[in-house]
């Protein structure tokens, strides 16, 4: 590919793995773009599901008692093996990477953007947790701005007692899969909410949860930061998602610049032309603004 075009790395959000971005990776590439995805360390490829979902019949509470796998994936390894990703990128593009983060990905992209914001022509959220230095993702969910967040209804057990966040999304409870499709899916059809939750992992590290975040002026605050705002979002209201924009702003200074999708929380399911030409847009935009800067 020409080393001219921007390269998109793509970081889905919890419980999900790359395909997440299925419907988004040929448009961006009809376009000229690339676009590189990954399952991150515990997710996708990666997860481990506890041996008690597989038991027949199912048992509700050994489920909610076992202990996860993958309770020792760390909010590090995320991040390095994204860094990899966007290095990997920045190789093909003269360091033209544009980091998009959905959801809970929101945190391995703000560490991200701190480690290699040389590397970065922008980072991106998708109704993503953007959190100010030293506080966690879990503090920020506790706020009255997501109180109205339908995804900790979705919990099973306790994640202190089992090191992980969980789900059950293979459950056949009709009132627990509508609560999971309000949460995520809200706009996309039965069938299409059937395939991707048939994608999800069960368990999440709680270890993304719990680590503070780690954002600085000096090195995050110096990539344009860009953030989708979907305003039909009931895992992470849009009271919540302008909370974190004010509060980023002005602890780290600079203006978040803002897009907004009348979505639910997955626009790259329900609506991934207009998520994409979102994206390309930021690109241009950013191309601009990189050149408005140069000496």
């Known amino acids: 590919m020409s080393a001219t075009k921007a390269v998109f790395v793509l970081v889905h959000g919890g419980w999900h793995n790359h395909s997440a971005w299925d419907r988004v990776t040929p448009l961006l590439e009809a376009n000229g773009f690339a676009a590189l995805t990954?399952?991150?360390?515990?997710?996708?490829?990666?997860?481990?599901?506890?041996?008690?979902?597989?038991?027949?019949?199912?048992?509700?509470?050994?489920?909610?008692?076992?202990?996860?796998?993958?309770?020792?994936?760390?909010?590090?390894?995320?991040?390095?093996a994204v860094v990899k990703l966007v290095k990997e990128a920045a190789s093909l593009s003269d360091g033209k990477v544009i980091l998009v983060g959905h959801s809970a990905g929101g945190m391995t992209v703000s560490a991200v953007a701190e480690q290699v914001p040389n590397l970065l022509l922008a980072v991106v959220y998708l109704a993503g947790?953007?959190?100010?230095?030293?506080?966690?993702?879990?503090?920020?969910?506790?706020?009255?701005?997501?109180?109205?967040?339908?995804?900790?209804?979705?919990?099973?057990?306790?994640?202190?007692?089992?090191?992980?966040?969980?789900?059950?999304?293979?459950?056949?409870?009709?009132?627990?899969?509508?609560?999971?499709?309000?949460?995520?899916?809200?706009?996309?059809?039965?069938?299409?909410?059937?395939?991707a939750a048939s994608q999800l992992h069960c368990d999440e590290s709680n270890a993304g949860a719990l680590a503070p975040s780690q954002i600085t002026p000096g090195r995050f605050g110096t990539v344009p930061r860009h953030y989708i705002r979907c305003t039909q979002d009931r895992?992470?209201?849009?009271?919540?998602?302008?909370?974190?924009?004010?509060?980023?702003?002005?602890?780290?200074?600079?203006?978040?610049m803002t897009h907004t999708l009348e979505s639910s929380h997955s626009p790259f399911l329900s609506q991934p032309a207009t998520l994409s030409k979102i994206l390309i847009d930021i690109h241009a935009q950013s191309l601009a603004q990189q050149s408005a800067e140069a000496p």
């Open 38 to 80: 990954l399952d991150l360390p515990g997710a996708g490829a990666h997860a481990v599901a506890p041996a008690s979902l597989g038991l027949r019949p199912f048992d509700l509470a050994a489920f909610a008692a076992e202990r996860s796998p993958i309770a020792g994936v760390t909010q590090e390894e995320r991040t390095q």
């Open 129 to 195: 947790f953007m959190v100010p230095n030293g506080m966690p993702l879990l503090a920020m969910l506790q706020h009255e701005t997501l109180s109205s967040a339908l995804a900790p209804s979705l919990f099973v057990g306790d994640p202190a007692a089992i090191g992980a966040t969980r789900i059950h999304a293979g459950s056949t409870d009709e009132a627990y899969r509508s609560l999971l499709k309000a949460s995520f899916y809200g706009d996309v059809s039965e069938s299409e909410f059937a395939h």
């Open 235 to 256: 895992a992470i209201p849009l009271t919540g998602q302008d909370h974190m924009i004010a509060t980023v702003d002005g602890a780290i200074g600079g203006k978040t």
